[in-house]
């Protein structure tokens, strides 16, 4: 059974970091590209961050870009989201999903994790 | 970036009425679409990817179709389970994005 379980959420002031890490099994890790989308309260989804296989390729949108980093370790069939210089408008539900492996679905999704980003 | 419009933002069905939700790309997408369905408090599951196909595990009564711009997810026979919420996302240029969501409640 595919389970991806998200960590490392909590409340943070503006301008600070945060890491969260998702914890994968139940699949072949490494075959897989893998994604973080998140969901602020009350609404819709918005994808933060995409990694290749390898971890060589990543993705991420504009209002993101520079300020998260995804990453993996393969090894530890884990998933990471570096999130620096948070908004508040970063406060949110992160999800780590799965992407299916030959297109650009989320067939898996992590039960997410929340961030709160207030002074 | 494409944007994704979702109508109805929300509706309520009777047990057993069809029900349809329609998505519209700003930009054609080449059936680049999936379908999400969230239930409160849970995570989105996917329903249906490539605009038509149904996910495995996915009950019959679902359906997608569409092409070019305009998209519609239908449920044939609306069940007490199906009440949730449900988005559109488009996977055909990044960044990928998502409907702003429809609220589906049992009447």
């Known amino acids: 059974e595919v389970q991806l379980v998200e960590s490392g959420g909590g409340l943070v002031q503006p301008g600070r970091s945060l890491k969260l890490s998702c914890a994968a099994s139940g699949f072949t890790f490494s075959n897989y590209y893998m994604a973080w989308v998140r969901q602020a309260p009350k609404k819709g989804l918005e994808w933060v961050a995409t990694?290749?296989?390898?971890?060589?390729?990543?993705y991420y949108p504009d209002s993101v870009k520079g300020r998260f980093t995804i990453s993996r370790d393969n090894a530890k069939s884990s998933l990471y989201l570096q999130m620096n210089s948070l908004k508040s408008e970063d406060t949110a539900t992160y999800y780590c999903?799965?992407?299916?492996?030959?297109?650009?679905?989320?067939?898996?999704w992590g039960q997410g994790v929340m961030v709160t980003v207030s002074s | 970036d494409i944007q994704m419009t979702q109508s109805p933002a929300s509706l309520s069905a009777s047990l057993g009425e069809t029900v349809s939700i329609e998505c519209l790309a700003s930009?054609?997408?080449?059936?680049?679409l999936a379908w999400y369905q969230q239930k409160s408090g849970k995570s989105p599951q996917l329903l249906i990817y490539a605009a038509s196909r149904l996910q495995d595990g996915v009950p019959s009564r679902f359906s997608g179709s569409g092409s070019g711009t305009r998209y519609s997810l239908k449920i044939s026979g609306m069940q007490p389970e199906d009440e949730a919420d449900y988005f559109c996302?488009?996977?055909?240029?990044?960044?990928?994005?998502f409907g702003g969501g429809t609220k589906l409640e049992l009447k």
């Open positions: 930009e054609g997408i080449s059936n680049d």
């Open positions: 990694i290749s296989t390898s971890g060589s390729r990543t």
């Open positions: 996302q488009q996977s055909y240029k990044y960044p990928w994005t």
């Open positions: 999903a799965r992407k299916t492996a030959a297109a650009h679905y989320f067939d898996y």
